[in-house]
């Protein structure tokens, strides 16, 4: 077999296809799934600590000597292999929870039985009969298992299906009959064998199977590859729903290049529903394959044809350097509003723009390509591919190679047709000097492709005019214009991001499109940019109240004389120091005269403002309770917000806020005030209202408390792998809509109850079928109990982006699962949390307990240890929040930078300085909290004063 040499082969690419191996041998799950039920912990372990004074909980938590830098490099990998669907068992490999088995021996194998190759491959024996057994750990991205023996080359066709079924195959199918004669296609899975799926197909049509792929393996090694390697092996392919018109002359054309080679046709059977369903068949398909293929060359399934060599094509794809060459043609679309953004290349070459319709790359890249920068997978099918290449051409300019001089691939639109005639042969381009390998007639007319084909000799007479017939058919019936017409009119407003649920129409569920309308247009002019709107318009917690434009932040740092702030005339010798305004905070909310004293208790306040690098207003900014957001609105600021803004520029020392750090704590995504250029404190601020280096993210502290002893519990001891006790409401994210699809009951529990409604208040966005459901688990266990036995514990949005369960996570000695998009993390400038938490995209939501499997026990272990170290130093009460608020910009905006990274490691090893004078926060916050964020009957309800959870 050629598998090991293709596997070697590979990893002789370019430096972005580097094997992320995943080592899983003692993963954070387990793979028994034999616990039935929940172990709690003795109810004198627990603690609200409202108002103690005993601060000797926080544990052991002096030092924080421990480096596990190398934390997030374990689980990042993971969460990169399962976007691209590497954490899931394809083909013949059996799934046992953490490994993919290769199979016993069978017909399907080799004489041998099968083998597994590559970087993560184990042995052991079976747990049901203790043979010896073989796979590899998910998440290996280059690991297969392969026949020890090759298939059969002569592998003969079976009958697989009668007209009217499906038949299942893994190879090649020929559809028709003996009489008729047979069409055939290189699949992978379900083809509807019937004649709507064939054109001008005889009566009493069958599908055979043989199962066997095409190598695609090149006879000879093509200048620039390796000598030392066996040749490459290129797959070529297409995506089509039925036998098109013309797919019998793209087949033809891939005929000619030999006999290892075959057109793989793809979504065969299936229902045209859009482009983006398109680009998710290639991705797919590529995926289950990529262990059989290097290279890959995509062609559009009706208007294509091959007119090289496999080994000139191969030449000079490796010419360009480049891990993926696309098609380019005269027109921009259709994205023109992103010409500006196209790479300099475009400026000067002769096909300006990127064509969808022909491509070839490295496989792996391909696959990194679709599905984690583009993520295809999560994207709606009503996105365009063509659009999608060129959104990401224009986020990276390195994302692939434009052939602007057609040197591997001619396009056949507008005057691009006229720049052709035929040579020898072969179709010569006048303008540019070059003989393309591969045509695309793209647009409607399809005459020029036939016109060079039939001039070049590819056609026979018959073969000929049967084209230019059907080609007649497609012109009197308007096919492509009307299939065209049908996708933009179902398709008018779609999601253009990668979600959980891409078909959701969240913007017309909401009520919210015309505000949507405006939204973007303010956005526009405030400046953002078209892929910060693309995503921010889509975000509801947008439209939850008014965001005014934030002063622009120059990002110098105060010693560098920022334009939002600068240091003292005598800081040198005053070092850094904080100036508290004097005012009266009898009628301040408890929440900040908490802030306001926690600053008191610190070395930094002076008396003195001219000493002062930061000062803190003495009126509320907290907008405590939402008083600040008043009605909501969303075209203008609150009335209350207004009246706040304006107060603030009467202070003594505003200066147009520089120097001045506001401290907010409402549940907007944004500063709902006009702080212009001061620093902003505030919990749930997301990437869209974050001037990085200057604002800073703080967590909401935790209303339930958790004594060390708990936090102790090592992960090994607990019995739940991923735990989530929550409620849902009509405001709530649409996240935890679809929490209930992880939930297992065994080691897997997320409840998410309808408590903020009933079955009679029901909305299209509330109350649905899984509330009973939800509801009886979320009453079978207690949050406190479910923490503690926990290793991960989810952490999605609620009314904001952030959550006091962040905090309450890390109170429990879990480890936070972070599934929030454009959320700010706490204090990031200077906590690494990939030390302690994974992050993972809301639209990987549904792979997460595989994501969390997949990460080594001893690194679980670690994480959980730091985890519980950060919150005992910095996270454990509201005074420790705002202190280490001030070290974040005492460290990036009054330290030189070639001092920064000390002085963080230093934060890191010592934890806070004066943590000893820090006290708990004040049992009237959490009061305050209560009422503010808990109904009386959500109260009522509570078994362990986790009254919000």
């Not at 298992?145 to 592998?155: E, F, N």
Request: aromatic letters at 8%; hydrophobic letters at 40%; a neutral charge.
């Amino acid at each position: 077999t050629r598998m090991p040499a293709m596997v070697q082969g590979r990893r002789l690419m370019l430096a972005w296809a580097a094997v992320w191996a995943v080592q899983v041998s003692s993963a954070g799950g387990s793979d028994t799934g034999k616990s039935k039920a929940l172990h709690g912990v003795d109810t004198d372990s627990l603690s609200r600590r409202q108002g103690s004074s005993d601060v000797s909980d926080r544990g052991e938590a002096s030092k924080i000597p421990e480096n596990l830098q190398s934390a997030g490099a374990v689980w990042r990998p993971v969460v990169r292999a399962a976007a691209q669907g590497a954490l899931a068992c394809h083909g013949n490999e059996v799934d046992s929870n953490r490994h993919c088995i290769c199979p016993p021996p069978g017909p399907s194998a080799g004489t041998g039985g099968w083998k597994c190759v590559g970087s993560g491959c184990v042995v052991g024996h079976s747990l049901s009969n203790g043979t010896v057994v073989q796979g590899y750990k998910k998440g290996c991205t280059d690991c297969a298992c392969i026949p020890v023996d090759a298939p059969d080359k002569s592998a003969t066709w079976e009958p697989c299906a009668a007209q009217g079924q499906t038949c299942l195959c893994e190879g090649l199918v020929r559809l028709g009959s003996p009489t008729h004669g047979w069409q055939s296609n290189v699949v992978d899975g379900r083809v509807n064998c019937s004649e709507k799926y064939l054109r001008g197909a005889p009566n009493a049509t069958v599908c055979h199977c043989k199962r066997v792929f095409p190598s695609g393996q090149l006879e000879t090694s093509p200048a620039g590859w390796p000598t030392d390697k066996p040749p490459p092996r290129l797959l070529i392919m297409t995506v089509a729903t039925h036998r098109e018109p013309f797919i019998d002359i793209v087949e033809h054309s891939a005929e000619l290049l030999g006999a290892q080679f075959a057109l793989h046709v793809v979504g065969i059977g299936g229902v045209f529903t859009g482009y983006g369903w398109k680009l998710q068949q290639v991705r797919d398909y590529l995926v289950r394959h990529r262990h059989q293929y290097d290279l890959v060359l995509f062609m559009d399934s009706f208007d294509t044809f091959v007119f090289a060599s496999p080994e000139e094509i191969v030449e000079k794809f490796l010419a360009f350097q480049a891990p993926m060459v696309v098609s380019g043609e005269v027109n921009m679309w259709p994205e023109p509003h992103l010409k500006e953004f196209m790479p300099n290349s475009s400026r000067t070459g002769h096909y300006k723009y990127p064509n969808s319709g022909t491509y070839m790359g490295w496989v792996d890249y391909i696959i990194e390509l679709y599905s984690e920068r583009i993520a295809i997978q999560a994207k709606s099918i009503c996105v365009d591919d063509q659009g999608e290449l060129i959104k990401e051409l224009a986020r990276n300019s390195s994302a692939f190679a434009i052939d602007h001089q057609a040197a591997l691939f001619q396009t056949l639109f507008g005057w691009a047709k006229d720049d052709l005639e035929v040579r020898d042969g072969r179709p010569f381009n006048v303008a540019t000097g070059t003989r393309p390998c591969v045509l695309h007639a793209n647009g409607w007319d399809k005459s020029p492709l036939l016109r060079l084909v039939k001039e070049s000799g590819k056609f026979t007479p018959d073969q000929a005019s049967s084209a230019e017939g059907r080609m007649r058919l497609l012109e009197k019936k308007h096919t492509l214009q009307e299939r065209e017409q049908a996708i933009n009119q179902r398709c008018a407003l779609h999601n253009p991001n990668p979600t959980i649920a891409p078909e959701d129409k969240l913007l017309e569920r909401y009520g919210v499109v015309e505000k949507s309308t405006a939204l973007a247009g303010r956005l526009r002019e405030s400046g953002k940019s078209w892929d910060e709107i693309e995503q921010q318009v889509w975000e509801i917690q947008e439209y939850l109240g008014f965001c005014p434009a934030l002063a622009v932040y120059d990002g110098q740092t105060a010693l560098q004389n920022s334009s939002a702030i600068s240091t003292p005339s005598n800081f040198a010798a005053d070092g850094f120091k904080v100036f508290l305004y004097p005012g009266p905070e009898d009628k301040l909310p408890a929440v900040y005269r908490a802030v306001r004293n926690a600053i008191r208790s610190s070395p930094y306040v002076t008396q003195d403002p001219s000493e002062a690098a930061v000062f803190v207003p003495d009126i509320d900014v907290s907008c405590w309770c939402e008083s600040c957001l008043g009605k909501r609105t969303f075209n203008e600021m609150a009335s209350e917000s207004a009246t706040l803004s304006e107060k603030l520029t009467r202070l003594d020392h505003w200066n147009g806020g520089r120097n001045h750090i506001i401290f907010e704590f409402s549940d907007a995504p944004c500063i709902p005030f006009q702080p212009e250029h001061a620093m902003v404190a505030s919990v749930g601020l997301s990437t869209f209202h974050y001037r990085k280096g200057l604002d800073i993210a703080m967590p909401l502290f935790a209303m339930v408390e958790f004594n060390s002893s708990v936090r102790k519990i090592p992960a090994s001891a607990r019995k739940l792998l991923l735990s989530f006790r929550g409620t849902r409401s009509p405001r709530s994210d649409q996240t935890r809509r679809h929490l209930w699809k992880l939930h297992n009951g065994v080691d897997v529990i997320t409840p998410c109850a309808c408590r903020w409604f009933d079955a009679d208040s029901a909305t299209p966005t509330g109350y649905d079928e899984r509330c009973k459901l939800d509801e009886v688990d979320f009453e079978g266990i207690t949050y406190t109990g479910l923490l503690a036995s926990s290793k991960f514990s989810l952490i999605v949005e609620g009314f904001g982006y952030h959550s006091f369960r962040l905090t309450e996570v890390l109170a429990a000695g879990a480890i936070p699962v972070i599934v929030i998009d454009h959320y700010v993390l706490p204090y990031e400038d200077v906590l690494d949390w990939s030390e302690f938490s994974v992050r993972v995209p809301e639209h990987l939501l549904l792979d997460v307990s595989a994501i969390l499997r997949a990460i080594p026990a001893k690194t679980v272990a670690a994480m959980q240890r730091r985890a519980a170290r950060v919150y005992e130093q910095f996270l454990w009460s509201l005074d420790a929040q705002v202190v280490m608020a001030f070290e974040q910009v005492r460290i990036m905006q009054f330290t030189p930078l070639e001092m920064r990274q000390q002085e963080i490691d230093n934060l890191m090893t010592n934890g806070l300085p004066y943590l000893e004078q820090l006290a708990v926060t004040p049992s009237k916050v959490q009061s305050d909290s209560m009422h503010c964020n808990a109904p009386q009957h959500r109260r009522a309800k509570a078994r362990d004063g986790a009254v919000m959870r």
